[in-house]
């Protein structure tokens, strides 16, 4: 026996003093590049600009990077249209986020290549991981990309099915 949720038990998971953008990984990033520029300005190290504005750039590549597959995915996979109580029920209770936080880390591997990369005065002195060869940074990249891809397939698996997930 199926039964559906009415719809005003949905709207109560919805409430008014919700923010539709989050931002604490702006704060966070943010804060944290902060007090890099500050270590910077102060000669705690002697890192590049680079360097110190890599959180925010990790943050600004990722967002840009998870939108754009988002699009990408949203216009060849069909998704159907759902009332706006009915979707939000549903990515609520998308709880899965390992694909999310692995695209993260790969854009973190990807973004910090990339500064190593433009770095061009100084050798790698660190990890090969981290060497900003091309080939790495087209590993993380690719990884990135096909993580981001995979969850935003199990979000549109999860709309898809969604009335089988109601019952």
């Keep these: 026996m199926t039964h559906r949720i009415s719809w005003s038990r949905m709207s109560t998971f919805h409430q008014p003093d919700d923010k539709m953008i989050e931002t604490k990984g702006l704060w966070l990033f943010g804060g944290l ?65 390992t694909l999310y936080w692995t695209g993260l880390i790969f854009v973190s591997g990807f973004t910090l290549n990339l500064v ?14 981290f060497s900003g060869r091309l080939e790495v940074l ?9 993580s981001l891809w995979w969850y935003w397939s199990r979000i549109g698996h999860l709309l898809n099915d969604g009335d089988d997930s109601l019952g």
């Design 116 to 129: 190593s990369r433009l770095e061009t005065g100084k050798a790698s002195m660190g990890w090969w991981l």
């Design 33 to 97: 590049s902060g007090v890099l520029a500050l270590g910077k300005l102060l000669a705690l190290w002697e890192w590049s600009w680079w360097r110190a504005a890599l959180p925010v750039l990790i943050f600004a590549v990722f967002n840009a990077l998870y939108i754009a597959i988002g699009f990408l995915y949203l216009s060849v996979v069909s998704v159907p249209q759902r009332p706006q109580e009915e979707e939000n029920y549903l990515l609520r209770t998308q709880t899965d986020t």
């Design 138 to 146: 087209s590993v993380f990249a690719a990884f990135a990309v096909v």
